[in-house]
């Protein structure tokens, strides 16, 4: 068979696989994983549900696909904004904060489908999800540890032994719950609100508050 054949054929399959994964974001973020059937991701993409099977071995697996794609996306965010960032633990909290925010409303179908619906993954797939979510919630205590043992934050008084356990758990539901309300019409921009979310995070690890710590935050821009 001509190579250029093979690589057309190649390109149609990619093209379709695509088709069905955007399709699977809308559906899912409008009538959620349960609600959608095979039949309407097929007819979505105009195809019959047997080509979606040729694509994706069951729904299960085109969630997979979408929640596995999204922590990809977030791992990278994260990591280079620490590596990008300032060392000192306010600053890194900040920045943290503020870009995981600022991702969250870049990508509210993405991102909402990935926080309410990995839980519909079969045993495997959700562990692994699972293990990657306590990585982020890792990734933000161990900042919060750090600013407290060099003082920069304070937890002693709230007289809780998981007070930075809690604290890395608001800082996360503040910022994944940003994609359930965040109107890009209303009175605050994208930009502006992660700009406040990552203040807000200093304040819950009552960091004080300098200017010199305060991130610029670039415009948010969808995919």
């Known amino acids: 068979?001509?190579?250029?054949?093979?690589?057309?054929?190649?390109?149609?399959?990619?093209?379709?696989?695509?088709?069905?994964h955007d399709a699977g974001l809308t559906l899912f973020n409008e009538r959620g994983y349960t609600g959608t059937t095979v039949r309407e991701l097929a007819d979505a993409c105009d195809l019959t549900p047997g080509a979606i099977y040729n694509h994706y071995a069951s729904k299960e697996?085109?969630?997979?696909?979408?929640?596995?794609?999204v922590h990809d996306e977030a791992d990278t965010i994260l990591s280079e904004t620490l590596r990008a960032g300032r060392p000192e633990p306010p600053a890194q909290l900040e920045a943290l904060a503020a870009a995981f925010t600022a991702f969250h409303i870049a990508r509210p179908r993405e991102t909402r489908v990935a926080n309410r619906d990995y839980i519909y993954l079969p045993d495997g797939e959700r562990e692994s999800i699972v293990r990657r979510r306590r990585r982020v919630r890792?990734?933000?205590?161990?900042?919060?540890?750090?600013?407290?043992r060099d003082g920069s934050f304070s937890?002693?008084?709230?007289?809780?032994?998981?007070?930075?356990?809690?604290?890395?758990?608001?800082?996360?539901?503040?910022?994944?719950?940003?994609a359930e309300w965040f109107d890009p019409a209303g009175p605050r921009s994208a930009q502006d609100t992660a700009a406040l979310h990552g203040r807000l995070a200093l304040?819950?690890?009552?960091?004080?508050?300098?200017?010199?710590?305060?991130?610029?935050v670039p415009p948010t821009r969808g995919d």
């Open 203 to 216: 304040r819950i690890a009552r960091a004080q508050l300098r200017p010199a710590l305060l991130v610029s």
């Open 61 to 69: 697996a085109l969630l997979f696909a979408i929640v596995d794609r």
């Open 155 to 178: 937890f002693g008084e709230l007289g809780s032994e998981d007070a930075v356990q809690a604290a890395s758990m608001a800082i996360l539901n503040m910022v994944v719950l940003v």
């Open 138 to 148: 890792a990734l933000f205590a161990d900042v919060l540890r750090a600013g407290e």
């Open 1 to 20: 068979m001509p190579q250029t054949v093979v690589n057309d054929r190649s390109l149609v399959a990619r093209n379709t696989r695509a088709r069905i």
